[in-house]
């Protein structure tokens, strides 16, 4: 299991500022979608919240984590390599000739589990898992990390009907609630209000967390991991897309635009100068 003794904030920085790093390289990587989900990943990846070995990805007692939401999340890119999945030298590659690391991950990546280019399958893959394991006698969990758009798909819920029957509670959904799809506010096309309640309804375990505050999320999900009581468990992290990043922030149209060079190396040399 990862559990460093290192300051989760410190490193939630640093992943924000390499994001923007790959971002600054391959411009045609999502980085609105990538940036609300720091915190959740470095908690778990960094917070002794997976148990999981970067000598050997396949481990077969390692805890799986589905990245449903695969093209936010460029943000992984520097924790595998920080963590010691593949060289750090593959950042300088993203979406290149050569390189392992593109624009929407995929299992050739030491670290991801599967392919994640279609959205609002990861949950349905990840219910899978839990259950195969758990019939096995097995005592990994499952994380699959999911946008809140990818919610308005149907299979999510019939993932989330079958999890609950089967009492899945090895299985642990993440969504980056951001508040924001592809076009526009997720309210305006179908509203999220009263997620956990609905959730709830449906048999599962739900916990409502401020997901910019790494420390938090650490402890829910440390907490929701080792509470095993015949319930699957959802962490509902409010988060602001395109964090940190003017004309991204919380930007209706964040997911599909691109900030220019220049302001990406504005933020770079303020950050450095802090």
Known sequence: MISNSVNLQEKAHWVWRETLEIHRRAPETRIASSLSPIEIFVALYYGGVLRID???????????????????????????????????????????????????????IPGYETINGSLGHG??????????????????????????GELHEGANWEAIMFASQHKLDNLHLIVDNNSISMLGFTDDIVSHDGLAKRLEAFGWQCVDVDGHNVLDLQSQLLNLKADLNGRPKALIARTLKGRGVPGLENEALAHILMPKADLLDSLLDADDAR
């Open 123 to 148: 949950l349905g893959v990840a219910s899978g898992m839990a259950l195969g394991l758990k019939r096995n006698g097995g005592r990994q969990s499952v994380f699959v990390v999911s946008g809140d």
């Open 54 to 108: 970067p000598t050997n990805p396949r481990w077969i007692e390692r805890d799986r984590c589905v990245i449903s939401k695969g093209h936010g999340s460029i943000c992984m890119y520097p924790i595998l390599a920080d963590l010691g999945f593949f060289p750090a030298e593959e950042l300088q590659r993203v979406c290149k000739a050569g390189g392992i690391l593109g624009g929407i991950p995929d299992p050739i």
